[in-house]
């Protein structure tokens, strides 16, 4: 049996990443963490938890959730986009990459502002861009 997906959103909030995981699982699955890796790892701990909860308590659960067969899709926002993005390379990099304005990149990265999803694909495009010039150093 094909494996289902199961979408999270990630964005960024203050401090930290945080997820929230879509209508394919009943109830309600929320997570924090300081990083990108600790949160996915949190959101797969929280999903199992709350599975083992709802059986526990007699609750209806999708056969596929109980079995564990799925995976995860994770959606990052412009927001944790960037914010994960910073620990390889700065804002000003970005923005030569996408030619969007540096100051405009720290408000959408502070969550201040929300780009258009052009503005999103621009940025995503200038990414895949620094991506392609450092597999090309030998």
């Not at 709802?54 to 412009?78: C, I, K, Q, R, T």
């Not at 502070?110 to 620094?130: A, F, S, T």
């Amino acid at each position: 049996m094909e494996k289902k997906i199961i979408k999270v959103n990630v964005e960024w909030a203050e401090k930290n990443f945080c997820a929230s995981v879509d209508e394919q699982v009943p109830g309600a699955v929320v997570v924090t963490d300081k990083t990108l890796e600790g949160l996915k790892q949190a959101v797969r701990e929280a999903v199992e938890f709350h599975v083992e909860g709802m059986l526990a308590d007699g609750d209806e659960v999708p056969a596929w959730l109980a079995e564990g067969n799925y995976d995860f899709e994770w959606v990052l926002g412009v927001s944790a986009l960037l914010r994960n993005c910073g620990q390889f390379v700065s804002l000003a990099a970005i923005a030569r990459a996408s030619g969007i304005n540096e100051q405009q990149l720290s408000h959408y990265a502070n969550g201040l502002k929300h780009p258009r999803p052009v503005q999103r694909q621009r940025i995503v495009d200038g990414l895949h861009r620094i991506g392609q010039s450092l597999i090309s150093v030998e």
